[in-house]
C-alpha cells in the first residue's frame, strides 16, 4: 500500500538558510499534516491543510509557512533556520475522519 | 494544563508476557479520538489503535488492546505477549472533534511518551 512520502530524508543547513520539506500524502486522503520533533520530545503539531486550504495552525514560527498544491503535496518552507530548528519533521496525511498516517520524516539539522 | 499525561517514562517487560502503558487524558469536547503510535529508533511514527469517544467497546488490533475507561478519562494500550520488537517509544496521541460535514481534520496532541524495554 502506498504511504505518506516525505523529502528529502536528511537535510544538513547553515544557520540563516532555507529549507524547503516536501510531502506527498497517500491519495485520496485529504487532509495533511506537518509536525517538528525536537530530539527526546514529543511531536508538536505545526500546521495542517484541507482540501488545500489551511485548517488549523499551532505553534508555527513566523520564520516558517506552508502550503498545499493542486495535486495535495504540501510543503513547509523554513527560513532563516536557527540552530533550534534541528528536529524531525514529520507529514502526516488521514483519509476524511480516521486516523493520520504518519511519513518516514526528514531529519533537519542546524549547523 | 497538559492534555495527555503518559506517566511511566520507561517500561520493561520480559519477553512473551503482557504490558500496560498508562494514558490519561484531560478534554471538555464529546467527540474526540485516542490512538497510539510506535516509534522504534529509527525514527517513524507507526499507526497502531484508535479508540473513538463514543465507541462502545474497547478497540483492538491484533496483540494491541487499547483499555479504554471513559469517566477516569483513560485510554491504555496493552501488548500482549510481548516481542523483542516491539522495543521502542510509543505515543499517546489525542484529537479533539473538528467535524465538517463528518470530517475531522483535528491535529494530534501527544503525550511525552514512554519507552518500552522487552527482555529476552
Known amino acids: ?100 498516517f504518519f511519513g518516514p520524516g526528514t531529519r533537519l539539522t542546524v549547523l | 494544563a497538559q492534555k495527555i499525561t503518559q506517566t511511566q517514562p520507561g517500561m520493561f517487560v520480559q519477553e512473551k508476557e503482557a504490558v500496560t502503558l498508562d494514558c490519561t487524558y484531560d478534554t471538555s469536547d464529546q467527540s474526540y479520538g485516542l490512538f497510539w503510535y510506535k516509534q522504534p529508533s529509527s525514527g517513524e511514527m507507526i499507526f497502531l489503535i484508535y479508540q473513538g469517544s463514543y465507541d462502545e467497546q474497547n478497540a483492538t488490533e491484533g496483540r494491541y488492546s487499547l483499555n479504554f475507561q471513559k469517566a477516569r478519562k483513560s485510554a491504555n494500550l496493552v501488548i500482549s505477549a510481548s516481542q523483542l520488537g516491539d522495543s521502542a517509544m510509543y505515543f499517546c496521541a489525542m484529537r479533539e472533534g473538528l467535524t465538517a460535514g463528518g470530517t475531522s481534520y483535528g491535529k494530534l496532541t501527544f503525550g511525552q511518551g514512554t519507552i518500552l524495554t522487552v527482555h529476552p
Not at chain 1, 58 to 80: K, T
Open chain 1, 1 to 100: 500500500a502506498a504511504g505518506v512520502i516525505q523529502s528529502p530524508r536528511h537535510l544538513i543547513k547553515e544557520k540563516r538558510e532555507t529549507a524547503t520539506l516536501k510531502c506527498y500524502p497517500i491519495p485520496r486522503h485529504d487532509t495533511v499534516y506537518w509536525y517538528q520533533q525536537g530530539p527526546g520530545q514529543d511531536p508538536q503539531f505545526l500546521i495542517s491543510f484541507y482540501e488545500k486550504m489551511q485548517s488549523d495552525k499551532g505553534s508555527i514560527p513566523d520564520r516558517f509557512s506552508a502550503q498545499q498544491f493542486s495535486d495535495y503535496h504540501s510543503e513547509l518552507n523554513m527560513s532563516s533556520l536557527e540552530l533550534g530548528d534541528s528536529a524531525l519533521y514529520f507529514c502526516a496525511s488521514s483519509p476524511p475522519g480516521r486516523e493520520q
